[in-house]
């Protein structure tokens, strides 16, 4: 079992650049990719970015990419995602994911087993 737990959200303003984290515990070395998702009012759940926990590979959703940052701090069992220059579409609940098996796209959420309850960002303009 993997345990899940997102912070850093809450009410931000437009065009600042807050950092999500989620905090992971449990059986951490079945851990093969981590991914970060967000869920606007009213729509489906979409991907954002995904990183291996285990080599250097890196996926993103979006593009530009340097809108959302997605990185690891392996030591501390912590993912993170900067968003950049908020904008109000930005808000969204924030969800992390844990993905233990080999899948084709980690860009889908069905290749994650794990998930945390997420965080609101809601974006004031």
């Known amino acids: 079992q993997v345990q899940l737990a997102e912070s850093g959200g809450g009410l931000v303003q437009t065009g600042d650049s807050p950092r999500l984290s989620c905090a992971v515990s449990g059986d951490i070395s079945s851990v093969r990719v981590m991914g970060w998702f967000q869920q606007a009012p009213g729509k489906e759940r979409e991907s954002v970015a995904a990183i291996s926990w285990i080599d250097d590979k890196i996926w993103y959703r979006f593009s530009p990419q340097d809108r959302f940052i997605i990185y690891k701090d392996i030591p501390r069992n912590t993912l993170y995602l900067r968003i950049n220059i908020l904008r109000p579409e930005d808000t969204a609940t924030y969800f992390c994911?844990?993905?233990?098996?080999?899948?084709?796209?980690?860009?889908?959420?069905?290749?994650?087993?794990?998930w945390g309850q997420g965080t609101q960002v809601t974006v004031s303009s």
């Open positions: 994911a844990a993905s233990t098996y080999s899948s084709e796209s980690y860009l889908d959420d069905s290749a994650y087993d794990y």
